[in-house]
Structures are given as C-alpha cells and as structure tokens.
C-alpha cells in the first residue's frame, strides 16, 4: 500500500497548483492526476452533475491502485465529497477543510474573506466550514467567475484583469478583512495582483498548500508515506484534448510536462 501513487483530480488545469505544492512537500511520492477537461468548469455545474463526474473520476483513480484521493477542486469538495467518501475505502482529502483551517489559525480579527467560483460560493462549504472550527467567525464571499478563465488564457497581469480583480475585491476590502481564502485552485496564480490589490495586511490563504500539509499528515498517521530518496513518478490523464492541457499545465505546475494521455471515463462505465 505504501508503494502506491497519490490520486489527485480536478475539472481542469486548476489542481495542478496543489501537484505543484504535493511535489515540494512530498518530493518521494509517485502521483497520478485526472484532469476532467471534457466537462470543465464545474463552477456552473450542479450539484449532481460535479459529483457524477467526481465518482466517476474517483472509480477510475481506483483502477489505478491509488493510496489516497485528493479531490484539487473547490467545487467538487463542496459539492462531492461526502458522496466520495461514501464510495471510497481509503481517505479522500477536500480543499475545503484544509483552507478553512488555515485562514482560522492565521486571522486576527476573525473577519475573513473568500473569493471563488460561482458553484463554490453558492455552496457556502466554506463558510460552514469556518464555522464548525470557530463560530464567531464573520465570513464574507465573493463569486469571481471571470477569474478562471483569465488564468486559463495566461492574462494574469493585464490592466483588464487589474481592473476586474479590483471590482471583485471592492466590497471584501470595505469589510476589513484581515485574511482572504482563494477559494478556487487557478486563483495562485494570480497571487501576486491580488496581494498587491488587498494590501499588505491582508493574508491570502493558498488552499493548494494547505491541502499538501494535510495529506502528508493523513499519509503519516495512516503509514503510508514513501521512505527514502527515490525518483518519483508522475503520470498525468485528461478526459479531452491533452495538448491543451500540456501546453497550460506548465504555467500551473511550474515544470515542463512530457505527456498527457487522454481517457474517455463514459467508455469504462
């Protein structure tokens, strides 16, 4: 079981920023990822169809003999999860949890912003999350939709999207915030403009690091972390076009990547 690869999905390119920080903190693991790139973004889907496409993704993360499921999508954890967990005899780790976790052990002044999709904001996963850990906490969220897309045609420092992030993060700022969830996985890549908009004061939570802290933890108490000094080995599946994928999975993973290889998960039943 420890010889096994850590399973990691998402609708897209997105969680390969949670890839990014797995391969800092767990530089000994083998990983498989499963970009859903026929049916993304999920931020618009419904309830039941994130979670179809999640199990479906999850049956096939099985096939290849995982040790553990990192579900690197914002709206699959709030909208799946649960139904994952159900299904699934090994642990399957959200982005919620981990970020909510975050954000409570870094604010000040318990006001906390969250920014993300439409499907995740509208699920309120975080700030029912927020407050099962501390429920003093004052939460205030934001649906920036034009976000993903902007990170996906590589426009992260053009004044249109200044301007855009600017109107997004207007009323969050009124509130006095001292910390900011980027609730969605494309969101670190616009680290740097969103920092610079909010202000020094205010701590922007990375939901991709936070989540590679838990899953190492999870792998220690469940003993499955990988010893030694090894080559890890990464393999990566797209249910659509991989060249696409390829061609932005470097921006996201910071690292060239070889091969993508495509699979039609409706095909496998």
Avoid at 47 to 55: D, G, I, M, Q, Y
Avoid at 90 to 105: K, N, T
Wanted: aromatic share 8%; proline share 4%; glycine share 8%.
């Amino acid at each position: 079981m420890v010889e096994r690869p850590v399973g990691v999905f998402d609708s897209g390119v997105g969680g390969l920023t949670v890839v990014s920080q797995l391969f800092r903190i767990l530089p000994q693991e083998d990983i498989i990822y499963f970009g859903d790139t026929a049916h993304l973004p999920y931020g618009s889907k419904s309830k039941e169809a994130v979670t179809r496409h999640s199990l479906n993704i999850a049956n096939f993360l099985k096939t290849q003999k995982v040790k553990i499921i990192v579900v690197a999508c914002n709206t699959a954890s709030s909208f799946a999860l649960s139904s994952l967990r159900e299904k699934i005899d090994f642990p399957v780790i959200g982005v919620i949890e981990p970020g909510a976790q975050a954000a409570i052990d870094t604010t000040r002044n318990f006001k906390i912003g969250i920014i993300g999709t439409e499907g995740t904001i509208n699920s309120r996963a975080f700030e029912e999350a927020l407050r099962r850990i501390d429920r003093n906490v004052k939460v205030f969220s934001q649906a920036c939709p034009l976000f993903v897309p902007l990170v996906e045609e590589g426009w992260l420092d053009k004044p249109e999207t200044s301007q855009i992030a600017e109107k997004y993060l207007s009323p969050l700022k009124d509130k006095g915030i001292d910390t900011l969830i980027l609730g969605c996985t494309h969101y670190p890549l616009l680290k740097e403009l969103l920092s610079r908009i909010m202000g020094q004061e205010v701590s922007l939570i990375d939901t991709a690091e936070a989540t590679a802290k838990v899953v190492e933890r999870r792998l220690g108490e469940k003993n499955l972390l990988r010893k030694g000094n090894r080559k890890a080995v990464y393999k990566f599946f797209v249910s659509d076009d991989p060249e696409k994928f390829l061609q932005l999975g470097r921006r996201f993973l910071g690292k060239s990547m070889d091969k993508a290889e495509r699979v039609n998960l409706e095909e496998m039943g």
